[in-house]
């Protein structure tokens, strides 16, 4: 596979998605663990040099006259006595400091900030030994005498709980990437099981296209189920049109074999001499044979036509730029008798009327509204009118409504029916085939619509087409 | 009247040529797009048929050549089988009509008078000139009623003028219209012709514009 058709493949595309959903849940996940685990030691460390402070607040005692007696009493935790320890306090009187035995020679510089009674404030500060402190410190004085205040402060290094957030961190790490990976490792099999029904698709065509089987077969999940059904339907259409196809050449080989035998035979009797074979007899002869297979012709090449593009789903025929096509053709046609062609059909540019969509092929529209428009222009006197609307919604699904009328001389009520058949013409003295109304009304059955022919409003006839629509 | 078939079926093309040249027209045949499409350009034409299925160049492409090139010869074009968008594409380039194969020969003889005469600016199939009378469709003239008798090349030169009546038309282009492109032309037969038919009917319908070549006039 070249690397732009692995990187378009279905397989690549769901991995990377996969690979990248899961880089993002986890890194995020990361983030708010080791975010949340740092804000919750932190807490915890305050809460114990809380728990300190107030255990060394508790432990103070004055004398009478106010003033603070030196510690006397030995805090349990031994941390305060080792020098450096990491855990000091600090007593800063009015006359003198007095400090924890860890502290040695050091000093906590507390900053000079008013301390209301009781408030404790905690700071970052620099200790011995270039450690990071947190000062946690309140205010003390002797109950009668609110004048003399102490300041209390308790610090501890904050390196144990920075340590604790940096492992914790370098642990989420590799477990979340170790997560990672047999997530990913996890999606392969997914992809893969995921993607075999298109494997499957892939073979099931192979065996069509090698002519194993006639349709797509085996058991296709539901999402792939629509594709397969209409392949199917393709297939069998395309098989039933091939059939068709195979039946009308052999009609057509047929209808036309018969004028030839009538002609081989004209011809063999006009070589012993028999009665009627004079030389314009056999040429009248040749004449309507010869048209009469221009007709079985013309009339099987329209059918194979229509029934091989027939309803093929998806086919859209826009109405009014076929029959202004037609309408021009007939005005250039027609140039000499002045003929007066309407049209009223919804424009192209009115795209709201959607029902002015044929839902067929357009050379069967041209087909259809061609020979009905070249009749009405060859038989009117003066004017054409050419009127398109669609019709309201039916059960049947959308329908559009073409009228053309002319104001020739019409066809006679009782020879309605006969002019839609084959080859029967109502005036032999104007050319054509006889076929064209007949073809129209052939398409129409096809296409599932009607045509109807009646008396117009202006003298002829009128020709009511019903088409199938595109809504 | 010189009339071009330009169709690639060499059988129908030799057919057509016949009918057409038995018509009383001078026909030069082409048998593909491009030699159709040359011919239209350089020569002067009463009217073409044109074949759409041409090979080299199809007949629509020939057409819109010959419409851009500023050609406005009346074009007869023949679809093979109903095919309405090749009628519809073929109008809007600039044909006149069309004719679906098979057709019958006398339908496209008509079809080529009726276009000839509308291109210029003629409504009847009968073309007149006071007591002169000439009949497209049968070829025939008559005069004050009483049949005239002429040579095909008689009536060629004739028929061309009744087509143009009061028109000044020169020798050249009346030898290019009444002779086919592969013939041996003279201008001075065309002085013969033109005697001959002054013999035939009133001497002073056609006037001889000195210089310039001949002229119908009805009387006044």
Redesign the interface.
């Known amino acids: 596979m070249t690397r732009a058709g692995w990187a378009s493949s279905l397989r690549f595309r769901l991995l990377a998605a996969t690979v990248l959903a899961l880089s993002v849940a986890l890194l995020l996940a990361g983030l708010l663990l080791s975010g949340f685990f740092k804000q919750e030691v932190e807490r915890q460390f305050e809460a114990t040099l809380r728990q300190q402070l107030d255990q060394l607040t508790s432990s103070l005692e004055f004398n009478t006259a106010g003033e603070l007696l030196p510690m006397v009493r030995t805090l349990p935790d031994p941390r305060w006595q080792r020098p450096y320890s990491g855990l000091y306090w600090q007593i800063d009187g009015p006359e003198n400091v007095q400090r924890s035995r860890s502290l040695w020679d050091a000093v906590l510089t507390l900053p000079a900030d008013p301390l209301s009674d009781g408030q404790v404030h905690a700071h970052q500060s620099a200790g011995p030994q270039g450690a990071r402190l947190l000062v946690l410190e309140r205010s003390v004085h002797a109950p009668e005498f609110p004048a003399s205040a102490w300041r209390v402060a308790v610090a501890a290094d904050t390196r144990s709980t920075q340590d604790a957030v940096k492992r914790f961190g370098s642990v989420l790490v590799f477990s979340l990437s170790a997560l990672l990976l047999l997530l990913v490792l996890a999606a392969f099999p997914q992809v893969y099981v995921g993607l075999r029904p298109l494997r499957s698709l892939e073979q099931a065509l192979k065996e069509l296209r090698e002519g194993r089987s006639q349709a797509l077969q085996g058991n296709f999940p539901q999402e792939l189920l629509p594709l397969t059904n209409d392949f199917n339907r393709v297939l069998e259409r395309q098989a039933q049109t091939l059939a068709r196809a195979r039946q009308q050449a052999g009609n057509l080989a047929h209808a036309v074999k018969t004028p030839l035998a009538v002609l081989s035979q004209a011809v063999v009797q006009s070589q012993t001499g028999s009665a009627g074979t004079s030389p314009a007899q056999l040429a009248q002869l040749v004449n309507e044979q010869v048209a009469l297979a221009n007709r079985h012709i013309d009339w099987h090449l329209a059918r194979a036509r229509s029934a091989g593009a027939h309803r093929l789903p998806g086919q859209r025929t826009p109405v009014a730029p076929a029959l202004a096509g037609l309408v021009r053709v007939m005005q250039r046609v027609h140039a000499a008798r002045e003929l007066h062609i309407e049209l009223d059909a919804p424009g192209p540019a009115d795209t709201t009327d959607a029902g002015l969509v044929f839902a067929g092929e357009e050379q069967d529209l041209q087909e259809m509204l061609g020979n009905l428009l070249d009749n009405a222009c060859k038989w009117a006197r003066h004017s054409v009118h050419v009127h398109a609307q669609a019709l309201p919604r039916s059960n049947a699904g959308g329908q559009l409504l073409v009228r053309i009328e002319d104001d020739g001389a019409g066809i006679d009520e009782s020879l309605r029916l006969q002019v839609l058949s084959r080859g029967v013409r109502a005036d032999e003295s104007v050319p054509g085939s006889g076929l064209g109304l007949a073809i129209v009304a052939d398409l129409v059955a096809l296409y599932g619509g009607s045509l109807q022919l009646g008396q117009s409003a202006l003298g002829g006839l009128k020709v009511e087409l019903l088409l199938p629509s595109v809504q | 009247m010189r009339v071009l078939v330009a169709e690639d079926e060499p059988t129908l093309s030799a057919q057509l040529c016949a009918a057409l040249t038995d018509a009383g027209y001078a026909v030069d045949a082409a048998l593909n797009g491009r030699e159709a499409c040359y011919q239209g350009e350089v020569q002067a034409y009463d009217a073409v048929v044109l074949d759409l299925g041409l090979p080299e160049l199809d007949g629509i492409s020939v057409l819109k050549r010959w419409r851009g090139g500023g050609r406005s010869m009346p074009v007869l074009i023949l679809t093979a089988?109903?095919?309405?968008?090749e009628?519809?594409a073929g109008?809007?380039v600039g044909?006149?009509?069309?004719l679906t194969k098979?057709f019958?020969m006398e339908?496209l003889l008509a079809r080529l008078r009726?276009l000839i005469?509308?291109a210029q600016g003629l409504?009847s199939p009968t073309l007149t000139c006071g007591e002169l009378t000439l009949d497209t469709r049968s070829s025939r003239v008559s005069l004050a009623g009483m049949p005239v008798n002429l040579t095909s090349h008689e009536y060629k030169v004739l028929a061309y003028l009744m087509h143009r009546p009061n028109v000044v038309v020169s020798r050249t282009e009346l030898t290019e219209h009444i002779y086919a492109q592969d013939f041996d032309r003279d201008s001075n037969t065309i002085e013969v012709f033109v005697g001959r038919l002054r013999k035939k009917m009133p001497p002073e319908l056609i006037e001889t514009v000195r210089g310039m070549g001949y002229r119908l006039v009805p009387p006044a």
């Not at chain 2, 089988?81 to 968008?85: I, K, M, P, T, V």
């Not at chain 2, 044909?95 to 069309?98: F, N, R």
């Open positions: 089988r109903d095919q309405w968008h009628k519809v109008i809007d044909a006149d009509d069309y098979p019958h339908e009726a005469r509308r409504a």
